[in-house]
């Protein structure tokens, strides 16, 4: 049982914006600005995407991008591609320890 | 560029220990924490602690505290992860991964270690 509740699937078409919440306390994502996002593909090593809720790394695509709004965070990827077809984990810091969601498989119809 | 490469998938006896290996390049290894995270089959990320490898220091999930022990060798820039009492539900992907503070979630991560625990 994850910390942190995430939808267990989204879909979406070819070029549509999709997005994903992450739902967890005031202990974790209320309390601190540092949700990230992976994705991971089958597999694969997670990969990371957004850090610090809505920051990119380097190298990663402006069609992601993140937000938060109170305990919940969200991942909102618009233009959807083919290859965006993957599982997405969300991960807080909840004071001690980081903690993940239990992931979203995002599938493009 | 940074890399993280784990050993080799392992199969284990029920009761057993495994110690899964993770040696790090391309950075400066003691500048940045590193975590160990598992997936079983078909399931999500689960954390199971960090290692400073500067100082050695070391907070546990607490689903495995007693259990696990994460040491360091900073000669080699390496990082060990050791799972004691195995059972089969320990079977996982075991995956390290850094980040700058130990607050934060992972940057880059290990290719991942099977680890099968089977009679």
């Known amino acids: 049982q994850s910390a942190l509740t995430q939808p267990a699937s989204v879909s979406g078409s070819p070029g549509q914006s999709i997005t994903i919440s992450c739902t967890g306390t005031s202990s974790d994502v209320g309390n601190y600005d540092l949700v990230s996002w992976y994705q991971q593909h089958p597999g694969r090593a997670p990969k990371l995407l957004i850090y610090?809720?809505?920051k990119r790394p380097s190298g990663v695509s402006n069609r992601f991008s993140g937000s938060k709004s109170g305990n919940t965070a969200s991942l909102t990827l618009s233009g959807l591609q083919a290859e965006d077809e993957a599982d997405y984990y969300c991960?807080?810091?909840?004071?001690?320890?980081?903690?993940f969601g239990g992931g979203t498989k995002l599938t493009v119809l | 560029q940074v890399q993280l490469v784990q050993s080799g998938a392992e199969v284990m006896k029920p009761g057993a220990s495994v110690k899964v290996s993770c040696k790090a390049s391309g950075y400066t290894f003691t500048s940045y924490y590193m975590h160990w995270v598992r997936q079983a089959p078909g399931q999500g990320l689960e954390w199971m602690g960090i290692?400073?490898?500067?100082?050695?220091?070391?907070t546990y999930a607490q689903n495995f505290q007693g259990r696990v022990t994460m040491t360091r060798d900073t000669s080699t820039s390496t990082v060990y992860m050791e799972l004691s009492s195995l059972r089969s539900e320990d079977t996982a992907v075991y995956y390290c991964a850094r980040s700058y503070f130990d607050s934060s979630g992972p940057d880059y991560w290990g290719q991942g270690t099977l680890v099968t625990v089977s009679s």
């Open positions: 290692i400073n490898p500067s100082g050695g220091s070391t």
């Open positions: 991960c807080s810091y909840t004071g001690s320890r980081i903690s």
């Open positions: 610090e809720v809505n």
